[in-house]
């Protein structure tokens, strides 16, 4: 059985200050972006478990492991088996070390990656770049059901590159309460004060969490999906230039206050179709954040190889596409009205319109794990 606080407690305690780390530096705010920062914890912990010396201090620390490792080992078995086998969505999350044939990888290691993580380093040969390339790209498309492709592109690597860290994540998951297809229109999107686009937008009448955030200057909403466990909270900023403000304050839109501050109500939501395909080189918002050995001539990774190697590059992939798309059956049961301990109580209708841009997560609730976190800037790029 599935040991929940455990993993709670040992990966996930610390996701949500690295999602926020991690994402502040990477967004754009002319993109679309996504990124998964529960996979980028994954990969850099198949990482640390070569490292010694100064290298896995550094990433110990930063990762928040836990010293006991045979509770973290058991964590991240059933972690990787768990979040695989989420029911009623597509979520595909994979993490693969490539190392250069010319450093030959310790048994130990790809023994202990593949309990752990279900993926062993594979061997290149990156004095023939090209052909790596598409190796690589050949494992994520395959991996992933051909939703991501070219996860690095040819001239990324050279032949001076040794380890090279590839994080990918696809999400699709359908609605507990579908967006029925004939209500999607095409309605204004305010990309800024000056450009306005007309997307296609979908529409919602229902009842769900909302709350509003007037110290944030911010509403949001909670849209659950078939998978009872997860939901995509929405946060939109109050005036149209305000997501720089949301990014800013991201720790303060933690599981906790959205809780005190959402309610159930009869709303009706507005909310472009978008689709976001990803592509973050991890390597200089890590470095950043203080992440440097792991990256330097010096960089001690014993438990890997005996020769030295350092990580090259760190590359992380991500797909998400949001639909229409739900539960066949969810519009043949009844809208119920939320009870109310006032029975003279009136129901305000509440409105929710994303039209303009709007940061979004993916949590799960079980775990407490932000999956992914995502940026709208332009619901037309993908």
């Avoid at 990774?301 to 590059?313: M, Q, S, W």
């Avoid at 109310?340 to 949590?363: C, E, G, H, T, Y």
Wanted: charged fraction near 25%.
């Amino acid at each position: 059985m599935l040991q929940y606080r455990k993993i709670v407690y040992y990966v996930g305690i610390y996701q949500f200050l690295l999602s926020i780390n991690i994402f502040q530096k990477v967004v754009d705010k002319n993109k679309n972006v996504l990124a998964s920062p529960v996979n980028a914890h994954i990969g850099l912990s198949m990482v640390a478990y070569g490292a010694a010396g100064r290298t896995s201090m550094q990433l110990q620390e930063f990762l928040h492991l836990p010293v006991n490792e045979d509770l973290t080992h058991q964590a991240f078995e059933e972690l990787h088996v768990y979040l695989n086998r989420l029911e009623k969505v597509t979520f595909k999350l994979a993490n693969k070390i490539y190392i250069d044939r010319r450093s030959k990888v310790r048994n130990e290691y790809k023994q202990i990656t593949t309990k752990l993580f279900y993926y062993e380093p594979s061997i290149i040969d990156t004095r023939y770049s090209e052909l790596s390339t598409r190796f690589m790209n050949e494992w994520a498309e395959q991996d992933t059901d051909h939703a991501i492709r070219n996860v690095i592109n040819i001239g990324e690597m050279t032949p001076d590159t040794r380890l090279f860290l590839v994080n990918t994540v696809y999400f699709k998951g359908k609605w507990a309460r579908r967006f029925e297809k004939c209500s999607t229109k095409n309605r204004n999107f305010n990309i800024d004060w000056n450009i306005q686009e007309q997307v296609p937008t979908m529409f919602s009448a229902d009842y769900y969490v909302y709350g509003e955030l007037l110290d944030l200057k911010a509403e949001f909403i909670e849209l659950p999906f078939e998978n009872t466990d997860l939901k995509m909270i929405i946060i939109i900023p109050n005036e149209i230039d305000g997501l720089q403000s949301i990014i800013e304050n991201l720790e303060s839109f933690n599981r906790t206050r959205l809780f005190e501050s959402g309610s159930l109500q009869d709303i009706h939501v507005y909310l472009p179709k978008f689709r976001i395909q990803s592509s973050i080189d991890m390597k200089k918002p890590l470095e950043q954040l203080g992440m440097t050995e792991m990256f330097q001539d010096n960089a001690n990774f014993i438990g890997i190889t005996n020769e030295p190697v350092r990580v090259n590059k760190i590359v992380q992939k991500t797909f998400i596409d949001v639909n229409e798309d739900g539960n066949e059956g969810s519009n043949s049961t009844p809208r119920k009205k939320p009870f109310s301990s006032s029975s003279n109580s009136k129901l305000k209708l509440w409105v929710f319109v994303a039209d303009r841009p709007f940061l979004f997560k993916i949590v799960n609730d079980r775990l407490g794990m932000t999956l992914c976190i995502g940026t709208v800037v332009n619901p037309t790029n993908n």
